[in-house]
């Protein structure tokens, strides 16, 4: 089954460094998003991208934040001078069309960035 | 984007069916009801997902009853690895950008 994979697995950064997360979202997949979740708390929202531009952002994602498809496959989370802040799981996903309630997104199992 | 409520937390045990219900008073006509499962530090993994009546998958069954105002997921014979967090979801397509709104969830405590 196809599946959704994020690289790294866990990143470690002192704080104002930039760090790139980074996602492969299924092959056949036209819409893409980005979600963050600190420990102990809910999912939250933060992007979704679309024909290579953005589609939706939430408040979290202000100007220290930017997504990119460099490429036909990767899709990349870009946090500038991270904050203590930013200490959370970010998880990639992706689904067919993102158009309708109906349509299922695929997650990916998750980076943790850890800020010092 | 209808206000979903469902109980924080159930325990339940080995073999025994779970029944987790979601009340969606403000739920739109055009609104689906989709759950999602979560494992600890693992992405949300979609479940089922319906509009009305009875659902069911290999994993789980929706029953949603005629005002829609309302839903139940229920497991059948749960086992220690459905311990997770499991979400109700309703109108997370009406924005078009397909983005979904997770709440703080229901999270099941399977025992031995």
């Known amino acids: 089954e196809p599946e959704v994979t994020q690289t790294p697995s866990h990143q470690v950064t002192q704080m104002g460094q930039e760090v790139i997360l980074r996602c492969v979202p299924i092959s056949n997949h036209l819409y893409f998003y980005w979600y963050r979740q600190i420990l102990g708390q809910k999912v939250e929202f933060l992007v979704s991208?679309?024909?290579?531009?953005?589609?939706?952002k939430s408040e979290i994602f202000d100007d220290q934040f930017s997504v990119e498809r460099p490429d036909g496959s990767n899709f990349t989370l870009k946090i500038r001078s991270t904050k203590l802040e930013d200490s959370a799981m970010y998880f990639c996903a992706s689904s067919e069309t993102g158009l309708h309630s109906t349509d299922t997104q695929y997650f990916g199992p998750g980076t943790r960035l850890t800020v010092l | 984007l209808a206000k979903t409520t469902q109980p924080i937390s159930m325990d339940s045990y080995e073999g025994q069916e779970v029944n987790i219900t979601c009340s969606h008073n403000n739920i739109a006509t055009n609104d689906y009801i989709t759950w999602y499962q979560q494992f600890p530090s693992q992405g949300p993994r979609f479940i089922i997902q319906?509009?009305?009546t009875k659902v069911t998958n290999e994993v789980a069954s929706l029953f949603i009853p005629a005002d829609r105002k309302s839903s139940t997921l229920s497991l059948p014979r749960v086992s220690l690895s459905d311990t997770a967090v499991y979400y109700c979801?309703?109108?997370?397509?009406?924005?078009?950008?397909?983005?979904?709104?997770f709440g703080q969830g229901t999270t099941l405590q399977v025992k031995p």
């Open positions: 979801l309703v109108g997370v397509g009406s924005s078009n950008t397909g983005k979904l709104i």
């Open positions: 991208f679309y024909n290579n531009e953005i589609s939706e």
């Open positions: 319906g509009y009305k």
